[in-house]
């Protein structure tokens, strides 16, 4: 069985974004990808922040991509931290109510959240409060304030994210983008950040060592961020893949038809040489998605 943890679906895509001029897939799109590459089920991630090149996307649109397809989609809901009110003025019990409605229509997380805010914005500490009292798991994207881009805003080296850390033990955090990964390798300075920082992989890793110290920290292994941070130092992957095999997550966060992600390709060529270990490579693929959502699924 495969899981894709990271798949932004339209309904009825119509902008289009970026040099490629395509839009979003579509679900007739994604099915056919899902299909051609084995998956199973996918995550929808909406995108619900402005700052992000998509169209924003409501529940009702998401619900019906699961409906006309039974049992190959997994709803995230998405939530802006900043609501339509002063952030002095938004509640933890605003955020609750909100995602309580979303629990019992079915959402099984919140995702992907691409705000371009602080991680310690006071309005982003009550949504992860309300979030970890639900139950939800929360899939961001992360940059640095000198990006011109989208994503939750820290330094090198996490010091914001690391008190969100400390502060929510319970909340698990599905991590993702540039700036995350790039954090997988000691040595890098503000300009590999946001980059694909070639290998190999030093010794010192920021990220490293904050999965050995915080266990809601998990990985999101999509898009080209997450497989470069494999595949630039295969050696160090394979260690890093067995030591954290519990929280790592198949994602392949397709943005357009042009996009070719090979993450699976690469999981099973390294599995069948005997380099990924058929446990580990069962757990990223299915088993710890399955866990994380509770989704009670036999493979």
Same mark, same amino acid.
């Given at each position: 069985?495969? *899981?894709?943890?990271?798949?932004?679906?339209?309904?009825?895509?119509?902008?289009?974004?970026?040099?490629?001029?395509? %839009? !979003?897939?579509?679900?007739?799109?994604?099915? =056919?990808?899902?299909?051609?590459?084995?998956?199973?089920?996918?995550?929808?991630?909406?995108?619900?922040?402005?700052? +992000?090149?998509?169209?924003?996307?409501?529940?009702?649109? *998401?619900?019906?991509?699961?409906?006309?397809?039974? @049992?190959? !989609?997994?709803? !995230?809901? &998405?939530?802006?931290?900043?609501?339509?009110?002063?952030?002095?003025?938004? %509640?933890?019990?605003?955020?609750?109510?909100?995602?309580?409605?979303?629990?019992?229509?079915?959402?099984?997380?919140?995702?992907?959240? +691409?705000?371009?805010?602080?991680? =310690?914005?006071?309005?982003?500490?009550?949504?992860?409060?309300?979030?970890?009292?639900?139950?939800?798991?929360?899939? $961001?994207?992360?940059?640095?304030?000198?990006?011109?881009?989208?994503?939750?805003? =820290?330094?090198?080296? $996490?010091?914001? $994210?690391?008190?969100?850390?400390?502060?929510? #033990?319970?909340?698990?955090?599905?991590?993702?983008?540039?700036?995350?990964?790039?954090?997988?390798?000691?040595?890098?300075?503000?300009?590999?950040?946001?980059?694909?920082?070639?290998?190999?992989?030093? #010794?010192?890793?920021?990220?490293?060592?904050?999965?050995?110290?915080? #266990?809601?920290? &998990? @990985?999101?292994?999509?898009?080209?961020?997450?497989?470069?941070?494999?595949?630039? =130092?295969?050696?160090?992957?394979?260690?890093?893949?067995?030591?954290?095999?519990?929280?790592?997550?198949?994602?392949?966060?397709?943005?357009?038809?042009?996009? &070719?992600?090979?993450?699976?390709?690469?999981?099973?060529?390294?599995?069948?040489?005997?380099?990924?270990?058929?446990?580990?490579?069962?757990? *990223?693929?299915?088993?710890?998605?399955?866990?994380?959502?509770?989704?009670?699924?036999?493979?």
């Amino acid at each position: 069985m495969i *899981i894709d943890i990271h798949a932004h679906v339209f309904a009825f895509p119509k902008r289009h974004y970026g040099s490629s001029h395509t %839009t !979003f897939l579509s679900m007739e799109q994604q099915i =056919d990808l899902m299909n051609a590459k084995g998956i199973d089920q996918a995550v929808i991630l909406p995108l619900a922040n402005p700052e +992000t090149p998509a169209e924003m996307q409501s529940w009702g649109e *998401i619900l019906y991509i699961c409906e006309r397809y039974p @049992g190959r !989609f997994i709803p !995230f809901c &998405n939530v802006d931290p900043r609501l339509p009110l002063r952030p002095d003025l938004i %509640t933890i019990d605003d955020f609750l109510d909100i995602l309580n409605q979303c629990k019992a229509l079915g959402f099984k997380g919140i995702g992907e959240v +691409t705000a371009r805010i602080p991680w =310690d914005d006071p309005s982003l500490d009550k949504l992860f409060a309300a979030s970890e009292q639900v139950g939800f798991p929360v899939t $961001f994207h992360t940059i640095t304030a000198d990006v011109n881009s989208y994503g939750l805003i =820290d330094d090198l080296g $996490f010091p914001r $994210f690391e008190k969100v850390l400390q502060k929510f #033990p319970l909340l698990n955090f599905l991590g993702h983008s540039l700036s995350f990964w790039s954090e997988i390798s000691g040595g890098i300075t503000l300009a590999d950040k946001n980059c694909y920082p070639p290998g190999p992989v030093l #010794p010192g890793g920021r990220l490293p060592e904050l999965f050995r110290k915080y #266990p809601n920290l &998990n @990985g999101d292994l999509s898009a080209g961020s997450g497989l470069n941070a494999l595949k630039r =130092d295969p050696e160090h992957a394979f260690r890093f893949i067995e030591e954290f095999q519990d929280r790592l997550f198949l994602g392949l966060d397709y943005c357009s038809v042009h996009n &070719n992600m090979t993450h699976i390709e690469w999981f099973k060529e390294h599995r069948d040489a005997g380099r990924i270990s058929p446990q580990a490579y069962e757990k *990223i693929m299915w088993k710890n998605t399955n866990r994380l959502l509770q989704l009670n699924l036999k493979g």
